[in-house]
């Protein structure tokens, strides 16, 4: 089933108030964020991530006992407590219009990794308002990298216009996209030179 990224599919919301999500008791298994301290929680998630489930399985598995914390260290820990709230609540947390994209970027990053594909068409949906002459080349990498092809064409579509290709070319984000995905700019230098 395709969704629109206008608008993702809805599922019913638990509660607003869920607290602090550093500490998150899934079939008893504790979640430790990196630098984090274990809050209290009361609510079960709504929808339990698989690559969650494949972890805590692998811990049985493996003989480990479940009352044993699952470390994960690959992202900040606001990150991780955005991840938790919307596996609890379907929604995002509030956040400052001036963090919004560089949390939504993480959070994508994220979704990929624990195939949340709604937070991740959320995600995506959110970074195409972000894209500027500052962001567009970080934005692109990531959408590269994570496959998100509506995003990418927003980026290409902003990049199709010569001014801000130029603009973004003196960046130290062109850059980075040139290190990371050298395809990509010599599909962008490309496309203008058809132009």
């Known amino acids: 089933m395709l969704y629109s990224l206008s608008r993702p599919p809805a599922r019913p919301r638990l ?3 869920v607290g602090p999500f550093f500490f998150f008791l899934l079939f008893r298994c504790p979640f430790h964020a990196r ?4 809050p209290q929680l009361t609510r079960a998630p709504a929808a339990v991530p698989a ?3 494949a972890e805590l399985f692998a811990a049985i598995k ?3 006992s479940t009352n044993d914390p699952v470390r994960i260290d ?3 820990p606001q990150v991780f407590k955005a991840l938790l709230c919307f ?3 379907d929604s995002l947390t509030e956040m400052k219009q001036e963090e919004e994209a560089t949390m939504c970027q993480h959070l994508l990053v994220a979704a990929d990794t624990y195939d949340m594909e709604r937070l991740k068409l959320i995600c995506e949906h ?3 308002k972000h894209i500027d002459v500052g962001t567009v080349a970080n934005i692109l990498a990531i959408a590269e990298a994570h496959r998100c092809h509506v995003l990418r064409s927003a980026c290409f579509a902003f990049l199709g216009r010569k001014a801000n290709l130029t603009a973004v ?3 130290d984000g062109f850059e980075h996209l040139n290190a990371s995905c050298p395809s990509l700019v010599k599909e962008l230098l490309a496309m203008h030179s058809m132009t």
């Open 15 to 17: 509660t607003r108030s």
């Open 35 to 38: 630098n984090s301290s274990p």
């Open 51 to 53: 690559v969650f489930r």
């Open 62 to 64: 493996e003989g480990r």
């Open 74 to 76: 690959a992202m900040e």
């Open 87 to 89: 596996v609890y609540t």
């Open 126 to 128: 959110k970074l195409c």
């Open 169 to 171: 070319m003196d960046s």
